[in-house]
């Protein structure tokens, strides 16, 4: 096998395999509140041991970043894709082969190692493109479109196969993506233009520090997220809506993620990021307090809980490619994406578990509430990222960025 494969990671073969194959290792996120809802209802575990191990895949997710600095430069990456993808096959069909819960916990983490391996080649690549901004949005499109799916189907099939359904179904959609990986390349150098410059980027003092401001924020977004998310089809259950009624709710939900993700690759850096990432904030904080509201009434818990989720998914997937893109654009090398990686595990792995902290009996108003501090918290430590004028981008009026690519093509 050649372990130098040159791969353009702007080459339509690469970028598609690589949005896809990123989307798919994912999926358990976009899928965590059919498959808590299934935890707690067919295998018998409490709310929180379900959060748990939504978060077991989440740490594994963010592990694995830890690792991927010393590999990444080391070692093909073509061949370890390779090894991950085929680990991640063989622990969800073990995670189907058993309801233990201290059994399922170990798989769970495991697997989420293999997908965070994945994960770590794909941002690095991601971070390499032309237009990281773009590419990061379609990614997140990618990721919503999977789960939309499985949101809108999965509902259906569940009461008679049970959740063994969904891990043999990830297991087999990762082995079709076995298929594709000839388009992945083998180090960053075989990642970029081969006629093109190679990024040899270094941080200054300042670079760094905004960096590190906006990684702490982009962990503050995931605890928000990926804890509001997993318990969002027990906030359902409370506006008492039946599963097959949110299953179709939270599938149209993520059909909007996929509008909100979109806006933002067409829209890319024309106005700038200040500005979306404003919107962002406004259209997500909306969301939330919607969904406080569900315990509260009793008329419109439903409306409520519709509105709730519809402008909580649209705005998720329109402002994070934003968050990505302003720190992957100050570092060509891909190590402080990688990095933003770890607390992105980390924040993915916390959020459930720290979000059951904040349920009190049938109430989530307490969870909902911490998650519009992070999200509000989170703005404010990208804010110096946002502004920042190192990759060429203003932050409030249409950039000159795709006139300086063009140049340089030249």
């Known amino acids: 096998m050649n372990q130098n494969l040159q791969r353009d990671v702007n080459s339509l073969g690469t970028m598609a395999t690589l949005l896809l194959i990123g989307a798919l290792v994912m999926a358990i996120l976009l899928l965590a509140p059919i498959v808590v809802g299934a935890y707690i209802t067919e295998l018998g575990f409490s709310v929180q041991q379900a959060g748990y191990l939504i978060s077991a895949d989440m740490a594994g ?105 969904v891990f043999f179904s990830l297991a087999a959609t990762s082995g079709a993506a076995l298929l594709f990986l000839k388009y992945i390349p083998s180090s960053i150098e075989a990642a970029q233009p081969i006629t093109g410059a190679k990024h040899h980027a270094h941080l200054g003092t300042k670079s760094t520090g905004k960096i590190a401001l906006g990684i702490a924020g982009l962990y503050l977004f995931y605890v928000a997220l990926s804890g509001v998310w997993a318990y969002i089809e027990r906030i359902g259950v409370s506006a008492e809506l039946t599963p097959e009624h949110i299953g179709y709710i939270l599938a149209i ?108 009996g049938e109430s989530y108003t307490s969870l909902i509430t911490m998650g519009i501090i992070c999200m509000l918290v989170c703005f404010l430590l990208f804010l110096p990222l946002i502004l920042s004028k190192r990759d060429g981008i203003k932050s409030g009026s249409p950039t000159q960025q795709d006139h300086h690519i063009k140049a340089n093509d030249h």
């Not at 963010?62 to 590999?71: D, E, K, S, V, Y």
């Not at 894709?81 to 798989?107: C, E, N, P, R, V």
């Not at 998720?316 to 934003?322: E, N, V």
């Open 61 to 165: 997710i963010g592990f694995a970043t830890i690792p991927a600095l010393f590999w990444l430069p080391r070692f093909s990456w073509h061949l370890v894709f390779k090894i991950s993808l085929l680990a991640t096959i063989a622990l969800h069909i073990a995670s189907a082969l058993t309801g233990d819960f201290t059994q399922l916990l170990a798989i769970r983490f495991f697997c989420g190692l293999g997908s965070g391996t994945i994960v770590a080649v794909c941002i690095v690549c991601f971070g390499l493109t032309r237009h990281p901004d773009r590419v990061y949005a379609l990614w997140v499109a990618g990721q919503l479109l999977i789960g939309a799916f499985g949101l809108a189907v999965l509902p259906h099939v569940m009461p008679e196969w049970g959740i063994k359904v």
């Open 253 to 360: 939900a993520s059909i909007l993620g996929i509008a909100g993700a979109l806006t933002a690759s067409v829209l890319d850096t024309r106005w700038g990021r200040l500005v979306p990432t404003a919107f962002g904030l406004v259209i997500i904080v909306t969301g939330l307090l919607a969904l406080s509201g569900v315990n509260s009434v009793n008329t419109s818990a439903a409306a409520l809980f519709i509105l709730g989720a519809f402008t909580f998914k649209y705005a998720w997937t329109f402002i994070l490619p934003y968050f990505l893109a302003s720190i992957s654009s100050q570092d060509k090398s891909g190590r402080a994406i990688v990095i933003a990686n770890i607390f992105v595990g980390a924040g993915m792995a916390s959020g459930p578990a720290i979000a059951a902290q904040f349920i009190t």
